[in-house]
């Protein structure tokens, strides 16, 4: 498995950005990492994922527009853009690697990340 570890997250106010960010522990050529999250009573959902050596990208359509992922494979990092947030984007944010196909369901994952908390004010 992959150690993951999230940063970048904080309180911002509707309408601004945030870039979260998920060193991995090493290389993740063959395989597919996601971003994830989780609010207080809901269940956790997939948000962007992307197939690291392919770069192909798959996203939910809640974010899409909105929300951008990344990779950096020289510093193995991998990223979530977040424009114009919304007090509904309220919740803890997780990566996650694992799985050959870009997908949004947490199963395929094996590798998880502690989280970064992410919070949007009016």
């Known amino acids: 498995q992959v150690q993951l570890v999230e940063s970048g997250g904080g309180s911002v106010q509707a309408g601004g950005s945030l870039r979260l960010s998920c060193a991995t522990s090493?290389?993740?050529?063959?395989?597919?990492m996601g971003w994830f999250r989780q609010a207080p009573g809901k269940q956790r959902e997939g948000l962007a994922s992307?197939?690291?050596?392919?770069?192909?990208?798959y996203y939910a359509d809640s974010v899409k527009g909105r929300f951008a992922i990344s990779q950096d494979n020289a510093k193995n990092t991998l990223y979530l853009q977040m424009n114009n947030l919304e007090p509904e984007d309220t919740a803890m944010y997780y990566c996650?690697?694992?799985?050959?196909?870009?997908?949004?369901?947490?199963?395929?994952?094996?590798?998880w990340g502690q989280g970064t908390q992410v919070t949007v004010s009016y």
């Open positions: 996650a690697a694992g799985g050959e196909w870009p997908t949004l369901l947490a199963k395929y994952y094996n590798s």
């Open positions: 090493s290389h993740t050529y063959n395989l597919c």
């Open positions: 992307v197939h690291i050596g392919s770069r192909s990208t």
